[in-house]
């Protein structure tokens, strides 16, 4: 019999990173017009809005953007924005457990502090109204565990409308191929830190990684088929800019796409430069000029050649 360990690591998985823009607008135009994505609708509430890109495998990036300077932001906006100060960039992501209540009360006993369970609205539009479970549960941290805000979540089956069905089929159909988001870069300045928390979560295997390319080292954390990597400086580069920068941070997103070459003609006519290709820890992979725009990088790596935490070249 699993223990509540490997029960919680072995039904948790990436879900979606929260990703702020200088405004709505500029942040969908980046990931349409430069980088190739489908932007799908969101809505707007108290002066926030949001727009969705959704991949085929049900992991998603969730885009931000303040439209008014009154706008009234949830206690994870408002400590967002205490960070980001007005700019792009990510510092939220959720895992996903089908275990939910389960994953709670093993929290609670390995000494973290989740909040409650918060649930969708009765009202939720996009839910199936007040008398189905809600669309979405969810519980945060306080304080929080790990050097980027974590929530983990988790979602009802709702009614398969011909909307739903056709929303379904529709969103994963990116220009630029993309089908998973499949690891996420947490950037600070221990990363064993975040490891020993990972693996008092009941995430645990975790192995040694370096980043040459961004000059940052630390480990890989598997998900599932999937990664998070804890990752600090590894002498000048990237790494150390973003931290001193821009503190700690989701320095980065690895997302697969079937046809790496044409994702990398698309990304540089979007950026209208020449990028280099190398082999990195999911195989053949490049890495976007997105910084500047988003506040991190996004890695583009083949889909068939991605494996969990598997040993970096050379």
């Known amino acids: 019999m699993a223990t509540a360990a490997e029960s919680v690591g072995n039904t948790t998985e990436i879900d979606h990173a929260l990703l702020w823009g200088r405004d709505i607008d500029q942040i969908s135009a980046v990931m349409a017009v430069k980088l190739g994505f489908q932007v799908r609708p969101g809505r707007s509430a108290a002066g926030v809005a949001n727009r969705y890109v959704r991949m085929a495998d049900r992991s998603y990036l969730e885009l931000f953007g303040i439209l008014r300077a009154d706008a009234e932001l949830d206690p994870g906006m408002q400590a967002d924005q205490a960070s980001l100060r007005g ?124 980043i040459p390319q961004i000059a940052a080292q630390g480990y890989c954390v598997p998900m599932g088929e999937k990664r998070v990597l804890a990752l600090q400086p590894d002498g000048p580069g990237v790494a150390a800019q973003a931290l001193h920068s821009g503190g700690r941070q989701i320095l980065g997103l690895s997302i697969a796409v079937a046809d790496i070459g044409l994702a990398k003609r698309r990304v540089e006519r979007g950026y209208e430069t020449e990028l280099a290709s190398y082999r990195g820890l999911l195989g053949e992979a490049f890495l976007a000029p997105t910084q500047s725009d988003l506040g991190l990088l996004i890695e583009f790596h083949a889909s068939s050649q991605a494996v969990a935490c598997a040993k970096a070249p050379g």
């Open 87 to 210: 700019g792009a960039g990510s510092r939220t992501f959720g895992l996903r457990s089908s275990i939910l209540d389960q994953a709670h009360k093993f929290l609670q006993q390995q000494a973290f502090v989740p909040t409650p369970i918060f649930t969708a609205s009765l009202t939720d539009p996009d839910g199936d109204g007040p008398a189905r479970p809600p669309r979405w549960r969810l519980f945060a941290f306080e304080p929080q565990p790990l050097s980027s805000h974590l929530f983990f979540i988790d979602y009802a089956a709702l009614d398969a409308t011909p909307g739903r069905v056709s929303d379904e089929r529709i969103a994963p159909q990116h220009p630029n191929g993309a089908q998973a988001v499949t690891g996420l870069w947490l950037l600070s300045s221990d990363a064993d830190a975040d490891r020993r928390q990972f693996e008092r979560m009941g995430l645990a295997g975790a192995t040694p990684v370096r």
